[in-house]
């Protein structure tokens, strides 16, 4: 698990996903969805993506709210810089 600041926050981030049954209760939990040309590059924060859309988790310890009501998408920016600390961007 990768850590950085979203949204004046503390998140984790993992390429993996985390199951229902492994969650923390206390714990917000987001799916990335990766960009279908792109598929090493995240680009939309959401509750639930479909596993042929799936980047990875967001782990929270504070609601996050999205700013296009059930998703929030990532700057070009941003996407690339996460697709950079999981070494997934290509050579």
Do not use: C
């Amino acid at each position: 698990m990768r850590y950085l600041k979203f949204k004046g926050q503390k998140v984790g981030i993992t390429t993996d996903r985390i199951q229902e049954d492994d969650r923390d209760p206390e714990l917000y939990y987001y799916e990335l969805r990766r960009d279908e040309d792109r598929p090493y590059l995240p680009y939309m924060i959401e509750e639930s993506v479909q596993a042929d859309h799936f980047w990875g988790t967001m782990v929270a310890e504070a609601p996050i709210e999205f700013n296009q009501g059930d998703f929030h998408t990532l700057s070009e920016d941003l996407g690339h810089k996460l697709a950079e600390k999981f070494g997934l961007l290509p050579a």
